[in-house]
């Protein structure tokens, strides 16, 4: 490269980083940077911008309302190691699903110095008092996959949509049946999921969304007649509760009958209807699920359960470390995608899709979850 091409190399870098300093507007390098426009809460306020954040190694409280599906015991798992991977002091926690034990863990970690506390409640409405303590104490509340109900003491919530879930799993019912069960009108019951848990009425009412048209137009025949929420729900998300529901269901109405379908709200209740059908010498009905458990992973790959559906525990836990750095700092909540009221206000939600899975769609569905992709075999 001769002289002059290197000065003219030379000088048009300098153009560049002046213009890069600078901004395109042209102005004055020593401008100070523009103040961030305080974010406004949901009636439209401004909030005052949080300007302090906290120490990078801070402590953050999880408290999670159990261990019984596979979806919190990974959650469990995955804030422990993510948060400490982070640079943060974890403190995660079950509850048993018990509220009083979950009260008591949230008051230590308020007691022990949190900055954030992430709730996965084990009953949405339960924790107003203590919410309402750590608030007042400077803590961040974040609801983790479930609402918290009744409190001014919650800054956002991270969850897969709750309804959209619940029509994803009575579009899969449908679907399902008319793959698998011939011309209707087809015999089904329906289950829901714990009434503390505000997931469960959600779930159930997004299903309900695409499944009441079809029992009023007599495609679906539910045989128990039991159709609210409150007769079908699932005290605790138990098992073996939905089990004994199912046996009584099969051995009241459908001794001489054939069970078509079932709305599940989750994959553990679909075993436990799955395994009381085929206990009662029924063909196994078309039943729906959420969570992808491995062990309904395989269940909806050898064909015994028809669907289930995805939320990535890793995503939802990526979401909400995400916050936690972003308020730590010092930038406040990020933009929520919505808001939903709780009882008291509106809460912005971060709002995740969930994915229904077939055997059709698995090998798509898990592409990126190895441990998924090596159950369908
Ligand atoms: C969660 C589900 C889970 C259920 C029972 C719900 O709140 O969204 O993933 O199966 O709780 O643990």
Excluded at 103 to 126: F, H, L, R, T
Excluded at 250 to 264: M, P, Q, R, T, W
């Amino acid at each position: 490269m001769n002289m002059k091409k290197r000065l003219s190399l030379l000088l048009a870098a300098m153009l560049l980083v002046s213009v890069v300093l600078t901004g395109c507007g042209g102005q004055p390098q020593s401008a100070p940077p523009a103040p961030e426009t305080p974010p406004a809460d949901s009636s439209g306020t401004a909030q005052p911008a949080d300007d302090g954040g906290f120490a990078a190694d801070a402590t953050i409280g999880v408290a999670l309302p159990w261990l019984g599906t596979q979806n919190w015991a990974e959650a469990d798992e995955m804030f422990k190691t993510q948060l400490a991977a982070a640079g943060f002091k974890p403190i995660v926690q079950h509850a048993d699903n018990k509220v009083p034990q979950q009260q008591q863990q949230i008051e230590s970690m308020i007691q022990n110095g949190a900055k954030v506390i992430v709730v996965g409640p084990v009953d949405g409405s339960q924790l107003g008092a203590v919410l309402e303590e750590a608030a007042a104490a400077g803590i961040k509340i974040i609801g983790y996959d479930r609402l918290l109900e009744n409190t001014t003491a919650v800054d956002g919530v991270v969850q897969f949509g709750s309804v959209k879930t619940g029509e994803l799993q009575g579009q899969a019912l449908l679907d399902g049946l008319k793959a698998q069960k011939g011309e209707g009108p087809y015999n089904i019951e329906l289950f829901g999921g714990g009434p503390a848990d505000p997931n469960a009425p959600n779930f159930f009412k997004g299903a309900m969304q695409v499944l009441q048209p079809k029992i009023d137009d007599g495609t679906l025949l539910v045989v128990s007649g039991q159709t609210d929420f409150t007769q079908c729900a699932t005290m605790d998300w138990d098992n073996s509760k939905a089990q004994a529901r199912m046996d009584a269901l099969l051995s009241g109405f459908y001794a001489d009958k054939e069970i078509h379908g079932v709305l599940s709200p989750n994959d553990g209740i679909a075993r436990a209807i799955i395994t009381a059908s085929e206990q009662a010498g029924q063909k196994i009905p078309v039943v729906s699920g959420l969570d992808a458990e491995n062990e309904s992973v395989e269940w909806v790959w050898s064909g015994r359960q028809y669907s289930t559906v995805a939320k990535p525990t890793d995503v939802l836990v990526g979401k909400t470390i995400e916050i936690i750095k972003s308020l730590q700092a010092g930038k406040g909540m990020p933009a929520p995608d919505t808001t939903v009221n709780n009882g008291k206000i509106d809460v912005g939600v971060y709002e995740l899709p969930p994915l229904v899975v077939t055997k059709e769609n698995a090998k798509e569905a898990f592409a990126n979850d190895p441990g998924r992709m090596a159950l369908l075999k």
